[in-house]
């Protein structure tokens, strides 16, 4: 084996290490799970993360209450002092006016917004002042 060869062996190597199986990387420290069991989406520019929990489903044609809640937390998991009070949720052609429920924001009263648990769309709010778009693809 030539030193080019040997080279791009242990790059190879070291590459599947960081990656896994799966090609995504690893950790075995994941950090602190989030404060209401939901799944954590990365707020654009690193501001800290939305936790987005979803109720189970419920039977078709049945009205949910706030079927989808949406906390804001900085970077170490604690509520933001500055969450917003306010927001909409793009589904496709549909906007969705969220109602603030002192701790966040969450879905309104209703038939059901999303099929097979996954919560789908863009979350629309105003952090720091300035409007933001939280494309979220949460999948059960």
């Known amino acids: 084996m030539n030193m080019q060869h040997g080279r791009l062996l242990v790059f ?29 989406v990365l707020l654009p520019g690193g501001k800290g993360y939305v936790e987005v929990v979803k109720k189970p489903a419920a039977p078709r044609g049945t009205s949910m209450s706030a079927e989808a809640s949406f906390y804001f937390l900085d970077e170490y998991s604690r509520p933001r002092s500055d969450a917003p009070q306010s927001g909409t949720l793009v589904l496709g052609k549909k906007s969705v006016a969220l109602k603030s429920t002192g701790e966040g924001l969450a879905t309104p009263d209703g038939p059901a917004l999303f099929a097979r648990g996954d919560v789908d769309g863009i979350l ?6 300035k409007p933001m778009s939280i494309p979220l693809g949460v999948r059960e």
Do not use: Y
């Open 124 to 129: 629309n709010i105003e952090l720091d002042g």
């Open 12 to 40: 190879s190597v070291v590459v599947a290490l960081v990656l896994g199986c799966d090609g995504r990387p690893q950790t075995s420290d994941a950090g602190p799970p989030a404060p209401h069991e939901g799944k954590l």
